[in-house]
C-alpha cells in the first residue's frame, strides 16, 4: 500500500475511533487525613489516564486542600494536570461530601464551568456533580454521583436519573461514579430505555474488610452508564491498587473502593 494511502487510512481510524481513558474512585474522606505517601501513591498510580473524577472528597477545606495537593503531585510525573473541585453537595452535616474531576489539558479540554445539580438537590442527597469535557472534537458531559448507602435505598434518588437526559437535550451525558445499586436492578430501566448501557454489570467494587482465600472485592456499585449510539466502552475494567500493598489494611486506609476504568472510543 502507498505510503500516502497509509496516512489517509490510519488518520481517517484515529478519527473514527478517538479514545480517552476515564477514572472513577471512591476514594473515602479523601481529606486532611490522607499522608503524604498517600498522595504520592495516588498520582503514580494515576498519572497515565486523562479523566479521574472522585467522590468521598470531604466538604471541609481539607478536601479541596487535598485535591490540590493530589494535581500538584501528579505534576511533578511528566504532564500537566488540571483539577476542579464542587462546592459541598447540600447534605445534611452528616452525609455532605464534595466531588473532583482532574484532567490533563493535553489530552480533554473543560467546556464552561462544572455545577451541582439543583434541580433535583432535595430529592437526592449528594446530588451529581456534572463537567462537560471536548476530546478531539466530541463533546461529552460528566455526571459525577455518589448515592446514599444500599440501606436506605439508593433506588430512591436513581430514579431521577431517567430526566436528566431530557433535562440537558444539549448535552451527551455519562454516569459514572458509586451507585450502592446493582446495573440490573429496575430503576435503570428508563435510562435503558434511552439507549444507555452500564460498563459493568456484576463486577465487584468495593473492598471487603478482610482477603478471603484472595477474594477481596464485596458490592458491585461503581459503574458508567453510557449513551450506545454516541460513545462505545472498550475493556472496562477494575484497578486492583490493594494489590500493591503488603498490609491489606493499609489498602483499604487508602480507599474501601477500587478505581473502574473505561476507555471511551467516540462513533
Not at 54 to 77: F, H, M, T, W
Amino acid at each position: 500500500m502507498p505510503f500516502r494511502l497509509l496516512f489517509i487510512l490510519l488518520f481517517s481510524l484515529h478519527g473514527l475511533f478517538a479514545q480517552v481513558q476515564v477514572v472513577s474512585w471512591n476514594i473515602a474522606n479523601f481529606g486532611a487525613s490522607k499522608t503524604t505517601e498517600q498522595v504520592a501513591f495516588l498520582a503514580q498510580y494515576l498519572r497515565s489516564y486523562d479523566i479521574v473524577a472522585l467522590q468521598e472528597v470531604v466538604a471541609g477545606p481539607g478536601g479541596a486542600q487535598q485535591v490540590a495537593a493530589l494535581a500538584d503531585a501528579l505534576n511533578r510525573k511528566g504532564s500537566q494536570w488540571d483539577y476542579v473541585v464542587s462546592a459541598p453537595t447540600l447534605s445534611s452535616a452528616y452525609k455532605t461530601e464534595r466531588y473532583a474531576y482532574l484532567w490533563k489539558p493535553s489530552r480533554v479540554q473543560l467546556i464552561g464551568k462544572p455545577w451541582l445539580e439543583s434541580t433535583w438537590a432535595q430529592a437526592i442527597d449528594r446530588e451529581p456533580y456534572y463537567a462537560t469535557f471536548q476530546f478531539e472534537g466530541h463533546h461529552f458531559t460528566l455526571v459525577n454521583f455518589h448515592a446514599i448507602t444500599a440501606s436506605k435505598q439508593p433506588e430512591r434518588e436513581i430514579k431521577y436519573f431517567k430526566y436528566l437526559p431530557a433535562q440537558y437535550p444539549q448535552l451527551r451525558l455519562l454516569f459514572l461514579g458509586d451507585f450502592n445499586c446493582i446495573a440490573t436492578h429496575t430503576v435503570f430501566n428508563p435510562l435503558r430505555q434511552q439507549g444507555y448501557l452500564p460498563a459493568f454489570t456484576a463486577q465487584k467494587t468495593s473492598l471487603k474488610k478482610n482477603c478471603v482465600d484472595g477474594d477481596c472485592l464485596s458490592k458491585p456499585f461503581d459503574n458508567f452508564w453510557y449513551p450506545k449510539d454516541y460513545v462505545r466502552v472498550v475493556n472496562p475494567t477494575v484497578l486492583h491498587f490493594y494489590r500493591l500493598f503488603t498490609d491489606f489494611t493499609a489498602a483499604r486506609s487508602l480507599s474501601d473502593h477500587v478505581p473502574i476504568l473505561v476507555t471511551l472510543e467516540f462513533l
